[in-house]
T-cell receptor, first 112, second 109 residues
Framework: KAGVTQTPRYLIKTRGQQVTLSCSPISGHRSVSWYQQTPGQGLQFLFEYFSETQRNKGNFPGRFSGRQFSNSRSEMNVSTLELGDSALYLC???????????FGAGTRLSVL | TQLLEQSPQFLSIQEGENLTVYCNSSSVFSSLQWYRQEPGEGPVLLVTVVTGGEVKKLKRLTFQFGDARKDSSLHITAAQPGDTGLYLCAGAGDYKLSFGAGTTVTVRA
């Protein structure tokens, strides 16, 4: 069974641009969560989607958005990038009724 | 503000020594999980503890969950260089995980 796949692995953007990150969950997993990891703040929860609906959202500005498709694949978008958005963005998927989240390897975003 | 406080932040030990990492919470979670993350990878789940007072063993790793379900510890016996990594505790609830800041463990050969 393939694990959680995140693309791309690395991204370099400049301030003011926008970026879209993609996550393919483990087959059969319908819940997808996104996290931001930085050296200063650690792992911070962004949002969680289940069956194309956002069920929970972390304390991030509206520039951070996401969506989930009918095949459970998810994307997150960051608009008007700031230097502070440089981070490792991690996606995790979970099976219904399970409390175990499986993480992808992440997308490393650098904002210059 | 971190709901989960981990200590120490950094730990560097010699191969064969023992180590303990602590995780203390200001809240009660439905379960507490420990992850290990290696450079360039996402966190990988080591264990989930649910019941207060629970002790779980995974080879040389021993996990304890406090009676009040607000604190936990991870003890590694006879550490090996392969144990090197970032150890994270996380509380589960409301369809999300709340992570501690992590403990970076380095085991020198």
């Amino acid at each position: 069974k393939a694990g959680v796949t995140q693309t791309p692995r690395y991204l370099i953007k400049t301030r003011g641009q926008q970026v879209t990150l993609s996550c393919s969950p483990i087959s059969g997993h319908r819940s997808v969560s996104w996290y931001q990891q930085t050296p200063g703040q650690g792992l911070q929860f962004l949002f969680e989607y289940f069956s194309e609906t956002q069920r929970n959202k972390g304390n991030f500005p509206g520039r951070f958005s996401g969506r989930q498709f009918s095949n459970s694949r998810s994307e997150m978008n960051v608009s008007t990038l700031e230097l502070g958005d440089s981070a490792l963005y991690l996606c995790a998927s979970r099976s219904v009724g399970q409390n175990i989240q499986y993480f992808g390897a992440g997308t490393r975003l650098s904002v210059l | 503000t971190q709901l989960l406080e981990q200590s120490p932040q950094f730990l560097s030990i010699q191969e064969g020594e023992n180590l303990t990492v602590y995780c203390n919470s200001s809240s009660v979670f439905s379960s507490l999980q420990w992850y290990r993350q290696e450079p360039g990878e996402g966190p990988v789940l080591l264990v989930t503890v649910v019941t207060g007072g629970e002790v779980k063993k995974l080879k040389r790793l021993t996990f304890q969950f406090g009676d009040a379900r607000k604190d936990s510890s991870l003890h590694i016996t006879a550490a090996q260089p392969g144990d090197t990594g970032l150890y994270l505790c996380a509380g589960a609830g409301d369809y999300k995980l709340s992570f501690g800041a992590g403990t970076t463990v380095t085991v020198r050969a």
